[in-house]
């Protein structure tokens, strides 16, 4: 079966041969579904197009051999635990019941193509990438938190729909916990094929229920026999004993590092060779020239460690730590790929607008770390230790308007969310734009939080209602006619990781520019300058010269300040950005006309300034 098709196959130990399902024709009544046509078969069964009467919609049918009345009981059980859990990253199941001799299963139809299929149809930045393996990864840990451990996880058994979400499917291995007595397992090296079997035949009279929670939370499972797909599969997954979520960790991880890397992890011409270097942390170096950055890899190197007491405590942790730049903790790497363009595929039978607004709700988990309960404490503490008189005071003022503008964050956040994923009236380049803008105005937030609460004295504390109030606006962020003017961000990855580096640093710079630390204000803004000359993109160099001729002209370098301020004002008007030319002719006229005494260039400079602010609809 080809890597495209909509994929069901489990592993396990080589299987006693048996007849395989039989084929159902067209118009084969299964329970109420209609069969339409075959879309995928596998080790565990066979996948068909069918039609719900009922409810007149098109479903996936998956039947599944059941060699026992244990076995349909336990497949029966283990769909119905599935059917509960409903995540927007997860194929939905709808229904399950008995046909003859085996079990089917009515599941959401997503036709679009596999996550694998996907990366090969053409080049994929990384940030691309990335969003929809984080994606994936939200589905696994939606599993993991309803007790369900996938055993199966890898690419092929993602898919991309037409609409553009990521779902997780293929759970036919999941299992809850159960004890077995079961000493079938094979050795490991009998596990030679690529997708190795069918474990169907095993039966579960001798189970018996257990505490489905491991001591560290995890769900966990007592594999009975090797189940999983050999290159993604976790050493402990080779051997008879506990697997819990951790096995599912390695395996995305073993995914992730195919995706952005172009191959496996781990050296290997045969599942052999392979098993003893994911047993030992053998590790291939990354290809030449790959662009995946270092602390990606640093990520999945953990995930991969071949003891699952060195991986992280659960996949919501990988996913922390895959959304966290640690040169900024924990900011946004890839807020601008939440959607990716559609038109990957066909349409898909059934879209899930419950499950698309769900995905919309997330705004507060952005803003944990950057403003929220322990935050504010800090803040608070912070401020009445300077034994300031206005300490308590303005304290208080400062957290309204950070919490004022915290949940006017969440609220544009949500209203750009679903106004291109639940009503569909705006396009995802736009939604891309937009929460680009959003985490902008998050991480300027975050830099002048972090300068308000690390060491604060009385300067800084007399500075900080007005540091917050020229926080630029997050209602910027829904101004579609100047997102959509800028200058669109350069193809290449590499020089648009360094934009958003330097454009995290002047975030910082600004904050201590606010806050009064205008020396280190000055050297940083020299050095991001330089940054933005060098990556030559004039959106950055614009405001990273506005920012140094701010800092010029409070510390009297009036001429310094005027060549910064006038290439701010041109690189501005190159990259239409209205709001910064605005600015910096503003500035230049005061630092010309006034500070220089050259009254009528200032006056020039100040008609120059309020026909950018015209154009910026200030």
């Given at each position: ?429 736009l939604l891309d734009l937009r929460m680009g803008c959003l985490s ?42 100047a997102l959509t003017a800028v200058m669109p961000l350069p193809d ?127």
């Open positions: 079966m080809s890597e495209d098709d909509v994929k069901t196959q489990s592993v396990a130990s080589r299987a006693p041969a048996r007849r395989p399902l039989p084929v159902l024709e067209r118009g084969t009544t299964v329970g109420r579904y209609v069969i339409l046509d075959r879309i995928g078969h596998g080790g565990m069964g066979i996948v068909y197009r069918a039609y719900d009467p009922d409810l007149d919609r098109r479903v996936a049918l998956k039947l599944v051999r059941a060699v026992s009345k244990d076995t349909t009981a336990r497949l029966i059980r283990e769909a119905q635990a599935l059917a509960k859990v409903s995540h927007p990253n997860i194929v939905q199941v709808f229904d399950v019941g008995v046909f003859g001799d085996t079990v089917f299963i009515a599941m959401e139809l997503v036709e679009g193509k596999t996550l694998i299929a996907w990366t090969k149809e053409a080049p994929r930045e990384w940030r691309e990438t990335l969003g929809h393996l984080l994606d994936a990864g939200r589905g696994l840990a939606a599993a993991h938190d309803a007790n369900l451990v996938h055993r199966d996880f890898k690419p092929q058994n993602v898919m991309i729909g037409a609409d553009g979400r990521v779902r997780v499917l293929d759970f036919g291995v999941a299992r809850r916990a159960v004890f077995t007595t079961d000493a079938s397992l094979p050795a490991p090296d009998e596990a030679d094929d690529e997708s190795l079997g069918d474990g169907d035949t095993d039966s579960d009279d001798s189970t018996r229920p257990v505490a489905s929670i491991a001591p560290a939370g995890l769900p966990r499972v007592v594999a009975s026999r090797l189940t999983g797909t050999w290159g993604y599969m976790a050493p402990e997954q080779r051997t008879r004993g506990v697997l819990d979520a951790r096995a599912d960790q390695f395996a995305f991880a073993v995914s992730a590092w195919e995706l952005l890397h172009g191959e496996r992890p781990f050296p290997g011409e045969n599942p052999r060779q392979y098993a003893e270097a994911s047993a030992t942390g053998t590790f291939r170096p990354p290809p030449a020239g790959n662009t995946t950055p270092t602390w990606i890899r640093k990520v999945l190197l953990r995930a991969l460690s071949p003891r699952a007491t060195d991986r992280y405590n659960s996949m919501n942790d990988v996913l922390d730590a895959l959304s966290a730049d640690p040169a900024r903790r924990r900011t946004e790497v890839a807020i601008g790929v939440l959607v990716i363009a559609a038109a990957v595929g066909v349409t898909a039978a059934i879209a899930s607008l419950g499950g698309d607004s769900a995905m919309c709700e997330d705004g507060p988990r952005h803003m944990v770390g950057v403003w929220d309960s322990a935050v504010a404490a800090q803040l608070d503490g912070g401020f009445r230790a300077t034994g300031a008189p206005f300490a308590a005071e303005t304290a208080g003022k400062v957290r309204a308007a950070l919490e004022e503008r915290t949940g006017s964050w969440v609220t544009m956040h949500r209203e750009a969310c679903r106004a291109t994923r639940v009503s569909g009236e705006q396009s995802a380049e902008r105005r998050r991480e300027e937030m975050r830099a002048l939080v972090q300068q308000l609460i690390s060491a604060p004295d009385g300067p800084r504390v007399a500075a900080s209602i007005e540091a917050v109030a020229r926080l630029p606006s997050v209602a910027s962020c829904a101004d579609r006619d290449d990855p590499m020089r648009r990781l360094e934009i958003d580096q330097a454009r995290s640093e002047l975030a910082t710079i600004n904050a201590l520019f606010s806050t009064g630390q205008w020396p280190a204000a000055r050297t940083r803004a020299e050095h991001v300058q330089r940054r933005a000359h060098r990556l030559a993109w004039p959106p950055l160099v614009a405001e990273a010269s506005l920012m140094r001729g701010l800092v010029e002209r409070h510390a009297g370098s009036f001429a310094a300040s005027e060549t910064a301020l006038n290439e701010a004002a041109q690189a501005a008007a190159r990259a239409h950005l209205d709001d910064v030319a605005a600015a910096a002719w503003a500035e230049l006229a005061w630092v010309v006309g006034y500070e220089q005494e050259r009254p009528a260039e200032g006056l020039a400079l100040t008609a120059a300034a309020e026909a950018a602010a015209l154009r910026a609809g200030a």
